[in-house]
């Protein structure tokens, strides 16, 4: 089964589209990324409710703003 089949199509478009954005790979590696992302933000969300829900607004919104995080250089 694939993770991003649970999203909403108009989720989907936008959560690819920013991790492209965020990381400047292709939209297969994106879909990769956000297939990945499903058991560390279900852990999260089970350690007390650090984020909303795998899938959610929240998710679509806070997860390529992480994406983008890991892409800046450090300094």
């Known amino acids: 089964m ?3 089949d649970d999203l909403a ?3 989907r478009r ?3 589209a920013a991790v492209v954005a965020a990381l400047a790979v292709s939209e297969d590696h994106a879909e990769a990324i956000v297939r990945a992302s499903e ?3 279900d852990a999260m969300e089970e350690a007390g409710g ?3 829900s ?3 607004g929240e998710f679509c919104y806070l997860f ?3 994406c983008a995080v890991i892409q800046s ?3």
């Open 2 to 4: 694939d993770p991003l």
């Open 9 to 11: 199509p108009d989720s």
């Open 14 to 16: 936008e959560v690819v």
């Open 39 to 41: 058991p560390l933000w």
């Open 50 to 52: 650090l984020v909303d």
């Open 54 to 56: 795998w899938g959610s």
């Open 64 to 66: 390529p703003k992480m």
């Open 73 to 75: 250089p450090a300094g």
